[in-house]
């Protein structure tokens, strides 16, 4: 039976006692406390994941994620995956990022394939961008004419490669699909034969000089696969992309899903998910405008994929999955120029998950002092639903 669970304007009122007790003139950073875990949206028909939220022009927020079938309740399966030729987008929007009511809306169905999970930024001039990514789903005799070489699942599902999206009426329509260029270092074609346009999942962000930036990945190595990261920059609001330089590349370790920052001084910052390097974070920074990074670094713990949001007086939330017990979200307060990823306390959100398919966090920020941390969830192994945590710091 179809089952909706949302927070009601009730907790609203209630932690806004939690909210008066912080102070917008405090002399000092106050330490983050977590304050209350809401369920935004759950549905036992549908397996819903990979979220991403921004705060419009208008001051309302917006939320999207990818939705599918939940196939053990709908179909009698014996389990989900991420990938899925019925997966789509929707989005929902709130006043308060408290309160989220309704049936979401879609926001964008490939027509070739099942997409994954959508990428919201907002410009500073209202415009929205959304990147995402695809797969299709073959017959035997379609796969038997996929020209080589191409990325093929198990499941018979072979790559497409990313698009964009993008609206200028806060969201109500979307104009694309935008496709980025591909980019040398990848070597996969889609299974039209063509060469794949870049993609990844992660927060692009826009510079102070309104340079659009996007750590993307590549397969850059048939054998043994290896995804590399890269960065694309647009000057034109999302519409067109530049290949500008290598953010992280190694023989061994693999580097994947990344969100982008820019930090006050005008370094770029790279946070990044890796395989082959017992699910540690990196971080790569550049100081030249993303001409070039240095050599990444560790920073020292678990932890993906990565997210980062700017809080009023410049500090830097940091929120990231932990999939390994307890199963959870985690999450950092970095210095403005997130020089402290090694020293800064770690903040534990939840760690009551039900198994590791849980995560991908995405932070906005509420108000001078609480922010809504978003994120994907299961309890008990459960139906996989879009959760959040207000934090107060």
């Not at 917008?24 to 939220?53: C, G, H, W």
């Not at 699942?153 to 490669?161: A, E, I, T, Y």
Request: proline share 6%.
């Amino acid at each position: 039976m179809r089952k909706y669970i949302f927070a009601t304007l009730g907790l609203f009122l209630a932690l806004l006692p939690l909210f008066a007790q912080r102070s917008s003139t405090s002399e000092s950073p106050m330490p983050a406390t977590k304050i209350r875990d809401l369920v935004i949206y759950q549905d036992s028909n549908y397996y819903a994941t990979f979220p991403s939220i921004v705060r419009k022009a208008d001051g309302e927020f917006l939320l999207s994620f990818r939705r599918a079938p939940d196939r053990r309740v709908v179909f009698g399966e014996k389990g989900n995956s991420h990938v899925d030729p019925n997966s789509y987008l929707v989005s929902m929007t709130s006043k308060d990022g408290i309160t989220w009511e309704g049936e979401p809306d879609l926001l964008y169905a490939h027509d070739f394939g099942g997409s994954q999970d959508p990428c919201l930024l907002q410009l500073r001039d209202g415009t929205l961008l959304c990147a995402s990514y695809g797969w299709a789903f073959l017959n035997e005799d379609g796969l038997e004419n996929i020209p080589e070489p191409h990325f093929q699942n198990r499941d018979g599902s072979v790559f497409l490669g990313g698009y964009l999206l993008r609206s200028i009426d806060g969201g109500s329509k979307w104009a694309g699909p935008i496709y980025p260029p591909h980019i040398e270092p990848e070597v996969h074609l889609n299974p039209m034969g063509t060469p794949i346009p870049a993609y990844n999942r992660g927060a692009m962000y826009e510079g102070k000089n309104g340079r659009i930036y996007w750590v993307v990945a590549a397969n850059d190595r048939l054998s043994p696969r290896r995804t590399s990261n890269y960065l694309l920059v647009s000057d034109d609001k999302g519409k067109n992309w530049e290949h500008l330089s290598t953010v992280a590349k190694d023989e061994e370790v693999v580097f994947n899903e990344a969100s982008i920052y820019e930090t006050p001084k005008g370094d770029l910052v790279a946070f990044i998910r890796t395989a082959n390097f017992e699910d540690q974070a990196v971080i790569a920074r550049s100081t030249d405008g993303g001409k070039s990074f240095g050599q990444w670094q560790a920073m020292g713990f678990k932890g993906h994929p990565l997210q980062a949001t700017r809080l009023p007086d410049d500090r830097v939330l940091l929120v990231y999955g932990y999939r390994h017990e307890p199963y959870g979200i985690k999450a950092k307060i970095l210095n403005a120029e997130c020089t402290d990823f090694a020293t800064a306390e770690e903040i534990v959100l939840r760690e009551d998950g039900g198994n590791g398919d849980i995560g991908y966090p995405w932070a906005v920020v509420l108000d001078d002092h609480h922010a809504l941390v978003t994120y994907y969830f299961n309890m008990d192994n459960g139906t996989r639903h879009i959760a959040g945590t207000v934090i107060g710091f």
